[in-house]
């Protein structure tokens, strides 16, 4: 019955025991009832996705509540947003005329200001109004007053702590620079201090370009991880269907996350696995596709450039234990940064991961999925290694790494290769992988067959 807190809500310093209604009642739902009271709220999308209709739905619904709005936008044509409000059936005009709402048209640089000022214009019109909402339009316009991404994100900081201070719902819009893709942005580290991210998205399916919406992050609460169709007619937002096909959100175009930023975009997309699975695949292609084809000449060659640091891969090792053609590569798992961050932000979403990884890897996740991930890698770049026009092959023996608190081995291949896990270990460091190059590979399979196994084998 009563759930709107603005009828029932009682103010205990700001913060209301319900949650603040977004003007999207299916939107309410998958947000478990609503936006946190004085949280800040991300909203991201393409030009037309639909921010500014979702920041006008947000502060025309805190209206009929009783809750005074403030619309701050960057934008040039104040006429045209009264006429997009208009055209969804918002009138700001009446709003404001009943000082209700508060619109704020001017420059990030003066914006800025203004903010920082105690006391001074954005103070007042909020203690002013009594405001309780505010929309941003868009957030990302304050990066003309800097080009250091440092600076950037103080202020960035520094804006959202005003909101916070004031205790007022926010919604930020982002703009995504292309039209489809730009998931996972991590533009001025604001997925990090907000407390809600919506991603709103083009989809092209069947002939046709459709919308998307996702919550991709809600903290502190249920939320759904549906991704749902949805349209904008002249009665604003109509949520639908959740969408019946794959890779709606991420689709083939995603820019891909650099493999230092991914440990933050997977704690972000955690609970939404199938994203956090194809950011690590993505990155991965990505890694693969730097890669040009090498050519060497000898297998002497090619050692030197791994001496120079010129090759794919990081370090050889001479195994302590003789044995024919095998040459053995060590190798620092790039991920490796990710994945202890990973495991201290968001350790749940880290396991969870790792069970979805292993389901779609059957038999291929050795510790977690970035193993099979770096795996991966590996085999791209060798796979363009070419020794005397063939090319190299690999295949992984061990790995080592810190995975929720234990150090963990990956021992499957080892014993077909003959080797101890002692030898192993005394090759690797943390967070490495050990490998056989295959050279030549029928070469060394034949040799590999003469073998008489080593004496260290029981240790296995
Ligand atoms: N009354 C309406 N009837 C039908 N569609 C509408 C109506 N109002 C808006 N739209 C649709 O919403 C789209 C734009 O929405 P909106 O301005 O909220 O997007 P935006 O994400 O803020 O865009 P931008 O990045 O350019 O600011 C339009 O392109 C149009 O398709
Ligand atoms: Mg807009």
Do not use: W
């Not at 037309?48 to 739905?57: A, I, R, S």
């Not at 934008?75 to 009446?94: H, N, Q, T, V």
């Not at 002692?422 to 073998?451: F, G, H, R, T, V």
């Amino acid at each position: 019955m009563f759930t709107d807190y603005a009828v029932i809500g009682t103010n205990v310093g700001g913060i209301m025991n319900g949650r603040v209604k977004t003007g999207i009642s299916s939107l309410d739902k998958m947000l478990g009832g609503g936006f946190y009271p004085g949280s800040a709220c991300m909203v991201k999308g393409a030009p037309g996705t639909g921010k500014t209709t979702l920041g006008l739905h947000f502060l025309a619904r805190g209206i009929e509540l009783g809750e005074a709005g403030l619309y701050v936008t960057f934008e040039e044509f104040s006429g045209s947003l009264y006429r997009d409000a208009r055209s969804i059936g918002i009138d700001l005009k009446k709003y404001e005329e009943a000082e209700k709402l508060k619109m704020i048209f001017t420059t990030p640089e003066v914006f800025l200001s203004m903010v920082r000022k105690p006391g001074g214009e954005f103070d007042e019109a909020i203690l002013k109004y009594g405001v309780k909402r505010v929309v941003i339009d868009a957030f990302n316009h304050i990066e003309i007053i800097s080009e250091d991404p440092r600076r950037m994100r103080s202020l960035a900081y520094l804006m959202v702590n005003v909101l916070r201070r004031h205790q007022v719902t926010s919604l930020l819009l982002q703009e995504d620079r292309l039209f489809l893709g730009d998931v996972g942005g991590l533009e001025f580290g604001l997925p990090y201090i907000v407390e809600t991210i919506i991603q709103l998205k083009y989809v092209e399916l069947e002939s046709r370009v459709r919308k998307a919406l996702l919550i991709m992050k809600h903290r502190a609460s249920k939320h759904s991880n549906e991704i749902v169709e949805y349209t904008i007619t002249d009665r604003g937002y109509q949520i639908g269907r959740q969408y019946e096909a794959d890779h709606v959100i991420t689709g083939s175009a995603v820019p891909r996350p650099a493999v230092e930023g991914l440990a933050s975009s997977l704690s972000d997309v955690g609970p939404s696995l199938d994203i956090s699975i194809r950011l690590i695949e993505d990155t991965l292609t990505r890694m693969g596709q730097s890669f040009s084809e090498e050519h060497y000449d000898s297998k002497e060659d090619f050692f030197e450039a791994i001496e120079k640091g010129e090759a794919g891969i990081s370090k050889l090792e001479s195994s302590p234990i003789p044995r024919a053609e095998d040459t053995y590569a060590t190798e620092q798992c790039p991920f490796r940064a990710t994945v202890s961050e990973l495991n201290e932000r968001n350790p749940e979403a880290f396991i969870a991961l790792t069970g979805r990884y292993k389901k779609k890897y059957p038999g291929r996740a050795i510790v977690h999925p970035f193993c099979v991930s770096h795996q991966s890698v590996r085999e791209l770049i060798l796979g363009k290694t070419y020794i005397n026009g063939k090319p190299i092959h690999t295949e992984t023996l061990v790995c080592r790494s810190q995975v929720l608190g234990s150090i963990s081995y990956g021992t499957k291949a080892l014993k077909s290769n003959r080797m101890a896990k002692k030898e192993a270990e005394s090759l690797l460091d943390m967070n490495a992988c050990l490998y056989k190059l295959l050279i030549n590979k029928d070469q060394a399979k034949a040799k590999a067959k003469e073998l008489t196994p080593p004496e260290t084998r029981d240790i296995l």
